[in-house]
């Protein structure tokens, strides 16, 4: 938790009601999401129970496993839920873009609607990736033979939640992350995974703050567990009575008729969330969406391409385990994605930006004096190097000689050149324009290139164009590190793994 955030916390305590963190939406949000709201069967990881699924929030479709244990009608859950979520799949890859990628500028193509799946919260994400483990390496063929459905249908759930570990990423995404990236409540961190409660204090009903909207929330009768664990009391008084009800039914006119009943009330556990699922996504369309969304969104556009090419043509499942090459790459992309994230954000989103200002990595100030049209004599050829003098109030911590951007003109870079008392605790801070003004010396400069008199700036010393750290490719592995990776093949026993 960072201070601003934790300051933000401090004020909700007191005025018993959520605190905005964020200005802007740091997330893209598809048109039509598909959401889906997971129940599985208490003691066992990955056993479905019932799910809530579809991209109408009027209209959602009821999946449900009248007995968990059964490994056929688990298989069937996984087919049902197939037949939802691969349309809206191959929906997405119909219409495509070009684009150009890479130092090359080579030619590509993605879909110009890329998938987005949500979820109520993080366990649902963790549900859906042992899900997509215990499909993807089955067979159709053989005596554990399955729909082939299920086995793309684990593939795609597997790169999807493999995808969800990068910072920024909007294709599975779980509300209770969304929500906590944009305010700030006055409980803890355990209370905020619950949606309902985190809910209740950003939007409370009429005539109840959000505090005592959160503790209604508290009675599972009122407000179930979002899952994918079910309530202890549910499960004791109602399913699994159910349960042995469907067991011990005598016809299939008796079973089918536990059935229903079984349906009525799994759904009755899973609407509240499905509701609150979708409550979180109209109270983050109010917000005006970040600029460099749209490029994270991009990215995200193409890797399911790819991936979808790559299962057009190769189809191979991923490994139970990364490759020793595969998972230093991995590890590099995520740090990668991580650090280049955060300076996203706080170029988008000033209340990000005042986190650097209060550990040093950026500042803010007027314009007080310019000089747009000094030259450096230096070399042989002269150089246009505007300068700017800033006003700041206490005295910011950049050093001197540091190389800093403002998210007013990230393209630009300044110098540090002198950070002097100016008094009253004031101070002012002497930067050189270095780049970015488009121009050369014997050119007239654009009108706004350098900052006017009285502009208000941030400037930090972080760089939202870092380049990407570089590996050696897979195949230029030296013999040192096991040499080029084999290409994972799947055995008959993993196409047995037990479910659990």
């Known amino acids: 938790m960072t201070i601003l955030t934790t300051l933000a916390a401090l004020r909700a305590v007191g005025t018993g009601y959520a605190e905005p963190i964020a200005t802007v939406r740091h997330v893209h949000l598809e048109e039509r999401p598909f959401v889906l709201v997971p129940l599985t069967l208490a003691g066992e990881a990955c056993a479905p129970m019932a799910a809530l699924a579809g991209t109408d929030p009027e209209r959602p479709v009821v999946l449900t496993v009248h007995q968990p244990r059964d490994r056929a009608a688990r298989f069937r859950f996984v087919e049902e839920l197939a037949e939802l979520v691969l349309p809206y799949l191959v929906e997405r890859l119909v219409e495509t873009e070009a684009y150009q990628s890479g130092r090359e500028k080579e030619e590509r193509s993605r879909a110009v609607r890329g998938p987005q799946l949500i ?3 993080g366990e649902g994400i963790g549900w859906l990736g042992r899900l997509g483990r215990l499909t993807r390496l089955r067979t159709p063929e053989g005596p554990s033979a399955v729909h082939p459905s299920v086995v793309l249908l684990g593939k795609w759930l597997t790169w999807l939640t493999d995808r969800s570990e990068f910072p920024g990423t909007s294709t599975l995404l779980a509300m209770t992350r969304l929500l906590t990236d944009h305010w700030a409540t006055g409980q803890s961190s355990t209370e905020d995974s619950h949606l309902a409660s ?5 939007d409370p009903p009429a005539g109840l703050s959000g505090a005592a909207a959160a503790r209604v929330t508290e009675d599972p009768s009122i407000c179930p567990p979002a899952g994918p664990v079910t ?3 549910f499960d004791v008084t109602t399913l699994h009575g159910l349960m042995a009800g469907y067991d011990q ?10 059935a229903r009943r079984m349906d009525r009330e799994l759904r009755a556990q899973m609407l509240p969330t499905w509701k609150s699922t979708w409550q979180g996504v109209g109270l983050l369309r109010a917000l005006p969406v970040g600029t460099r969304t749209v490029t994270r969104w991009q990215q995200d556009r193409a890797e399911f391409s790819s991936y ?3 299962l057009a043509e190769d189809g191979r499942p991923q490994g139970r385990r990364d490759a020793a090459v595969g998972a230093a790459r991995r590890l590099a992309r995520l740090e990668e994605a991580g650090q280049l994230y955060q300076v996203q954000r706080a170029f988008d989103d000033p209340l990000v930006m005042a986190e650097y200002e209060l550990t040093g990595e950026a500042f803010t100030g007027t314009v007080v004096d310019r000089d747009p049209d000094r030259l450096d004599h230096a070399g042989r050829t002269p150089r246009r190097r505007p300068t700017i003098t800033l006003q700041a109030t206490g005295r910011p911590e950049v050093a001197e000689g540091a190389t800093v951007r403002s998210p007013v003109r990230p393209g630009q870079t300044a110098l540090v050149q002198a950070v002097t008392p100016a008094g009253q605790g004031e101070f002012e801070v002497l930067l050189e324009i270095t780049g970015g003004l488009g121009r050369g010396y014997k050119q007239p400069l654009a009108p706004g290139a350098v900052p006017d008199l009285g502009e208000e700036l941030t400037y930090s010393t972080l760089d939202p164009s870092s380049p990407p750290f570089r590996l050696p490719a897979a ?3 030296p013999w040192t590190h096991g040499g080029p990776p ?12 037990a479910w659990a």
């Open 119 to 121: 979820v109520p919260n």
């Open 198 to 202: 985190l809910l209740a204090w950003i």
């Open 231 to 233: 309530d202890p009391v």
């Open 249 to 258: 039914a005598l016809s299939d006119r008796g079973r089918a008729g536990v």
């Open 308 to 310: 979808s090419t790559y």
């Open 475 to 477: 195949e230029d592995t």
């Open 486 to 497: 084999q290409p994972y093949e799947p055995t008959a026993d993993d196409a047995e793994e």
